[in-house]
């Protein structure tokens, strides 16, 4: 579940008497002696405006919902000026606008499903054995080049190391969420992120045969404090690349309005297959 502090939140009531609780929708800015003269303005009009009918509101939340790195920027604003000019919303056509909320469920990336199910695809036939030229005429041809350039990376089958081999199958965990969409959102994190899940079965072995610390959900600060224990610059980097998997780094990628989804997915195949 979501948590926001309770210094973060703001609790009122309209006119009519129905109870509401506003937080800021300003990144990292909640606080009032965090505000700059911009914040403050668009404050001041928020509040000059009185009190707002559903349209507005939903409105309000979806501009909120905006993040730089949105892959669906400049068309995800232009619908929000169109819904602002025609003072009309239908979430079903809205865009999904960030990570921050959760308005909108229209995806900005149109077909990201079946591309990730030919991901999926190439790995597990990759660990089944299969030649390149078998995978290309199999797959899409789209996925060509990426084929190429994961068989460039790895050694073939028969000559992976268990933890490449581990780490893979890792990553194949967390597919049917990729491949399935949002609504298991949950399920994928008991899965994959927490103590007991799939993901966790898999971190313990990784543990065991790497003589490493608990690393199922790490946190990426406690791995840069492990890193300071670490001398041999090898151990170093492969102890990295694990994390990268098992822990909240990868999570914080992992999200279906990543805009960089793809190349995020692919970067780490790249360090495991090159370690």
């Known amino acids: 579940d979501w ?3 309770d210094d973060d939140l703001f609790i009122g009531s309209d006119k009519s008497g129905n109870l509401y609780i506003k937080y800021s929708f300003w990144t990292l800015s909640y606080k009032p002696d965090q505000w700059t003269n911009e914040i403050k ?25 905006l993040v730089i790195c949105d892959q669906g920027i400049p068309t995800t604003i232009d619908q929000l000026l169109d819904f602002i000019g025609s ?3 239908d979430e079903k056509r809205l865009f999904h606008l960030g990570c921050w909320m959760s308005s909108g469920k229209r995806s900005t990336q149109p077909d990201w499903q079946r591309s990730m199910a030919h991901i999926e695809k190439v790995l597990v036939n990759f660990l089944r054995g299969m030649s390149i030229n078998d995978q290309i005429n199999q797959l899409d041809g789209f996925m060509e080049g990426f084929i190429q350039r994961f068989y460039s990376w790895f050694p073939s089958r028969g000559n992976l190391e268990e933890l490449q081999k581990l780490l893979l199958n890792r ?29 966790w079965i898999i971190d313990e072995q990784i543990r ?41 780094f ?4 992992l999200s279906t309005c990543h805009h960089n989804l793809f190349r995020f997915l692919e970067s780490i195949l790249y360090k495991i297959g090159t370690m």
């Open 3 to 5: 948590m926001i502090n």
């Open 171 to 199: 990553i194949l965990e967390s597919f049917p969420y990729l491949t399935h969409g949002i609504d298991n959102f949950k399920k994928m994190m008991k899965d994959v992120f927490e103590i007991g899940g799939k993901g």
């Open 87 to 89: 003072n009309y919303y």
């Open 41 to 65: 303005i668009f404050n001041e009009i928020q509040e000059s405006l009185g009190e707002l009918d559903d349209t507005t509101r939903y409105i309000r939340s979806a501009i909120g919902s």
């Open 208 to 248: 065991k045969l790497e003589d490493l610390p608990p690393i199922t959900g790490i946190k990426w600060l406690e791995v840069q404090e492990y890193l300071k224990s670490i001398n041999d610059p090898k151990k170093k980097q492969r102890f990295q690349i694990i994390c990268y998997i098992t822990g909240d």
């Open 250 to 253: 990868f999570l914080s990628g």
